[in-house]
Structure formats: structure tokens, C-alpha cells
């Protein structure tokens, strides 16, 4: 099986052979396992051949936290964003294994390799600060996806507003190991 760099792993079922709901546990190297039921009627609905289950967890969504944003073309901590990288420092505090990626994006304005060095560094921004409010820096990790993972159709050539842009200017944080207690 082939996970690719968004967490997902697919593979491929023969849908006559499998009804009703299926179990899968997912894991990978030290990464979180994952475990899915998939309604597999609901799948084959819609007469899919392949399975799609995530490995890493959004944290934002399974804790209701929000990316944090960013100024254009800027990589400090707005105090917006540190209230939400607090409750993250929170969060890594209750859960002494968690170990999370930082995951730090562009808008779609300037080269693609001046984005992907802006990107990386926000995504540092983001991880100093963590690690300054006493989280190991073992636990926490960045990486700049540059313009790669627009939220919006703000692509090249495209006119967008500026509220528009910014919904792309957002550092998410993934649980990549370790367990989440509610």
C-alpha cells in the first residue's frame, strides 16, 4: 500500500465481495494508527472501486481549533494566532505523547519557491513558538507547503480579494503520534 504526503492510503476492493460495514486499522512507521468502520454500501453507492481512509488526524477538527493565519507575506505570530497555538500548547500538555505537524501554507501571490520559503517560515514561527511555551521539540514538527494546498479557487492568474487570499495564509496542525484524550 502507498500512503502519500497528505496521510491518505488507498487501496483497491473487489465491491461484490464485501456488504455492510468493514473495520480498518491503519498504520505506518511511528505514526498514530488510525482506525475507520466504512460503511461500504455507501461507498460502492457510488460505484467507487477504491477505499480512502486518513492516517493523520486534523487536529483543528477534532478539536474545533481553527488554522491560525497569516499577514501577507509576513511569518510572525499575530495575537489571533497565539491564542490558538496556546490552546495547542495546552492540548500537548494534557497529552504526553502527541506529537503533531505543523503544516504552513501560502496564497497563490509571488513564485512558487519564494512561497514554499515563506511557507517554511511560518511553519518555524508557529513551531518556536509551541516549543517556547515548554513543548518538547521532539513533539512538534513544521513543514511549508508553499501555494501547493489552496483552500480556494486563488490560484495563479486568478483575481481574488484579499479576504479571499488569506483563507490560503494558514498554518494546520495534524496529530502524527500518539493519542488524543477528550
Known amino acids: 500500500m502507498q500512503v502519500n504526503d497528505t496521510g491518505y492510503f488507498k487501496t483497491g476492493f473487489d465491491q461484490s465481495k464485501y456488504a455492510g460495514n468493514l473495520r480498518f486499522i491503519a498504520s505506518y512507521g511511528n505514526?498514530?494508527?488510525q482506525r475507520e468502520?466504512?460503511?461500504?454500501?455507501?461507498?460502492?453507492k457510488e460505484d467507487r472501486s477504491l477505499v480512502s481512509i486518513p492516517l493523520y488526524r486534523d487536529l483543528g477538527k477534532e478539536l474545533r481549533i481553527n488554522p491560525i493565519y497569516f499577514d501577507y507575506n509576513k511569518s510572525n505570530i499575530?495575537?489571533?494566532?497565539?491564542a490558538k497555538l496556546d490552546k495547542i500548547v495546552n492540548?500537548?500538555?494534557?497529552n504526553g505523547d502527541l506529537v503533531i505537524e505543523v503544516g504552513s501554507?501560502?496564497?497563490s501571490r509571488g513564485t512558487a519557491e519564494y512561497n514554499q520559503?515563506?511557507?517554511?517560515?511560518r511553519a518555524k514561527s508557529s513551531v518556536l513558538y509551541i516549543t517556547e511555551n515548554g513543548i518538547e521539540t521532539y513533539r512538534v514538527?513544521?513543514?511549508?507547503?508553499?501555494?501547493t494546498q489552496l483552500v480556494n479557487q486563488c490560484e495563479d492568474g486568478v483575481k481574488c480579494t484579499d479576504p479571499e487570499h488569506q483563507k490560503?495564509?494558514?498554518?494546520?496542525?495534524?496529530v502524527v503520534r500518539g493519542s488524543l484524550r477528550r
Open 168 to 174: 490560503n495564509r494558514r498554518t494546520e496542525f495534524k
Open 37 to 44: 468502520i466504512v460503511d461500504m454500501g455507501e461507498l460502492f
Open 141 to 147: 514538527y513544521g513543514k511549508g507547503y508553499g501555494e
Open 105 to 107: 501554507h501560502t496564497d
Open 117 to 121: 520559503a515563506l511557507s517554511d517560515r
Open 91 to 94: 492540548i500537548m500538555r494534557d
Open 31 to 33: 505514526y498514530a494508527t
Open 78 to 82: 499575530r495575537p489571533d494566532a497565539a
